[in-house]
Structure formats: C-alpha cells, structure tokens
C-alpha cells in the first residue's frame, strides 16, 4: 500500500505564507492537494502530474498558491497571501495511472493524514 505524509501546516495571519510538502513510498503519476473545512466537502484545489510543468488550480486559490513537485515521490504545496477562509485540514493525493480527473477525490487512492491551516484575520 502506498503511503504518502503530508506536513507543513500551521497557524499564520491574514496575508502570510505556509508551505505544505508530502512524501509518498512509491512513485506517483498525478498528485493533488485537497482541504476540507469544518462542515464543507473535500475541495481539490491544485493538482500536477509528474514529468509536466503545467498544474490546475481551482479558482479560489488561483494565483495565490503554487503546487510543484521534486520527483515523482515529493510534492509541495506553497500558499500565499493566505486568507481566513483558506482555514481548512489539508490533504495530498495520489494515484499512479494516467486519464481521471484531476478534480474529483474519488480519483485518488492515496492520501495523506492530513495537516492544519489555520489563518487568523
């Protein structure tokens, strides 16, 4: 079973900056960041596959955050000019085949436990 740890959350002001990194066991082909906040769906909101520079976002955090990766076994996710509604538990994804898309969980079947960001105004 793939394993992926993602870390690098935290607490920040309205306006600061956090970077999130996940580690995986074993190659991954597409990765993808998630949050979900209290009584909200899980929301994808960056994705990139390996080997491409091109990444998606959603439009809430276009411009703000940058998803970029090391190799096909580290991802990054660095936030910018975050803002309190950005507040949310922040998950990684991953899967290994091509051809799903890049927005819906239900594509991945690896995740990572999890990390906080909290941004207070």
């Known amino acids: 079973q793939v394993q992926l740890v993602d870390s690098g959350g935290g607490s920040v002001q309205a306006g600061g900056s956090l970077r999130l990194s996940c580690v995986a066991s074993?190659?991954?082909?597409?990765w993808a960041w998630f949050r979900q906040a209290p009584g909200k769906e899980r929301e994808a909101i960056a994705s990139?596959?390996?080997?491409?520079?091109?990444a998606s976002y959603a439009d809430s955090v276009k411009g703000r955050f940058s998803i970029s990766q090391d190799n096909s076994r580290t991802v990054y996710l660095q936030m910018n000019s975050l803002k309190p509604e950005d507040t949310a538990m922040y998950y990684c994804?991953?899967?290994?085949?091509?051809?799903?898309?890049?927005?819906?969980?239900?594509?991945?079947?690896?995740w990572g436990q999890g990390t906080q960001v909290t941004v207070s105004s």
């Open positions: 994804a991953g899967r290994a085949q091509r051809g799903y898309a890049w927005n819906s969980k239900d594509s991945y079947p690896y």
């Open positions: 990139i596959a390996t080997g491409f520079r091109t």
């Open positions: 074993e190659d991954i082909y597409r």
